[in-house]
Structure formats: C-alpha cells, structure tokens
C-alpha cells in the first residue's frame, strides 16, 4: 500500500467536492428563509444586510472540506426523497424540477404564487408577499398532491443523536420548530394549507414525519419583517439607508455577512462594491 499516493488521491478527490459547490452556482437576490432568520445572535437578522445585497457584491462564501462534504451529503438525502416522491407519482414540484402547473389542477383555485411565477423554468421560484409586494425567492423540498391537496414537504436530515432527540419529543426541540416555522412561511407564499415535515435518520435511513396545518399567525412576525424590508428598500431608492446589527467589523455577526466589507465602507467607496461597477 502506497499511503502517500492515497493520500494524493484523497485530496484529488477532494477537490472534485470543491468543483461540486462551484457547480451548483451561488443563491443570488433574496431568498424567503432568510426572513426567519433569529433576532439576535451570530445569525442575527440584518435589514441592512439584504439592502446592500440588492446591488453590491457580495464576499463569496467559504467552506471547508469537510462542510462541503456534509452539504454534499444533505443534498444527495434530498434528492433521495424528491426521486422517490417523483418516482412514486405524487411530486408536483420539487426544488430542481417542476413536474406541474398546480393551476391546473381540479379544484385548486391559482393564487398568487404558480400564477405570478409560472411553472418552469429557473430552479428558484419568485413571488411576492402579498401584503407588501416585496420580490423573493423560494424553494420548498417538494409539493406533492397528498390525499387530493397540493401539500408541501420539507426534509429535514440528522444524525442518530439528533435525531432521536426530535423523535422523543418533537414539540421541544428547536429543530422542529424552525421546520415547522419554514414549511408554513412556504404555505403562506404558496396558499396552501397543508405541509409535511419529513425526518431522516442518516445513520439507519429511518424516518417520520409531522404534518402540519397551516398558522397564519405562526409567520405573522415575518410578514411583518418582509413589510418593514420593502419600507427600507422604499428609503433605500430615495438614498437612506438603514443601520445594520454589527458594531464593529469584527464581531461574531459581520464575520458571517457576505456584505460586510462594503457595509464599513464609507459611502463614497462603497461604489467600488456596486454590481456593475467597473474600473
Ligand atoms: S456587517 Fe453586520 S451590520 Fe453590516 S450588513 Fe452585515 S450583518 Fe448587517
């Protein structure tokens, strides 16, 4: 055994999980998860954040090897579930394909989503909050028609400790919740009343799932967000704009924000940062 040469074949291979992320491309514009994002703390929701990001560019992500592992694995579990929700006849959409016009179906009245957005297309979909008008994206794991109702399904995969940690009492664990809180934000953009949340054990493929009713005012605080968001781009077009949660450069939060170098910019070289600034 040649350990040396493995360990060059390792880290080739290594390599190929790096020019897998490149593949998949960066999430641009704002995505509807972002909304309910935590009031305070290293994930801390920044108005200013998402102002800046409208025409500045963004610092690219950096991951380690062993994330883009972990991500890479996330998504093959995905992909698990969508082929085999599509396979099984039942998936209408799920977030890399789009199977059907849910317009179309009998008894569905069109709301304001597949009918703003269309039905193919670019993997993310874009609508609107209704009350505020305010443009995102979004992308539920699946919509499938579950006992005659276009039902959205979230997938959620953990470890073994995990795992049965949510099984044992779901109603407590913050994993749950934040699940709970997502799949009903995508039944509010959606208007559809009914979610699956599926939990997949990644050490023995085990699963359950928790279905869900949709609760309007479990996400009211985050339409609300989204209205407070549209006022601060209103501002932003007439040249105010709003102050973000860091104090500092330095601090545990602006470390995570891909807009905090022009953020502590002064605003006559935040220019430099602008999308189609050129030298
Ligand atoms: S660095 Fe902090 S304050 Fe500035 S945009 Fe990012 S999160 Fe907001």
Known sequence: MNIIRN???????????????LSKGGRSGFHA?????????????????????????RIPSEYSLQTLRVFSNGWELHRKWQGILQIAGVALYNEVEHFIDLSEIKGYVPDRAFTDVGVSGDMHRTTTIPSNGFALSFTPDSIIMYQGKPTVVEIKGYRNETYAKVVANPQTHQSYKDAKVQANLYMHLLGLKKSIILFDNKND???????????????????ERGDKLQLCIDRYREGKIVKGVCATKDCTRAHACQMRDVCFEVPALRERYRLDYEV
């Open 205 to 223: 493929q085990n699963f359950f799932t928790i279905e869900e009713e949709y609760e309007p005012e479990l996400i009211a605080p985050y339409v």
């Open 33 to 57: 998860s972002s909304l309910i994002a935590p009031d305070k703390g290293t994930k801390a929701f920044c108005y200013r954040e998402h102002i800046l990001g409208i025409d500045h560019k």
């Open 7 to 21: 360990e060059l074949i390792k880290s080739t291979f290594d390599g190929y999980f790096v020019a897998w992320n």
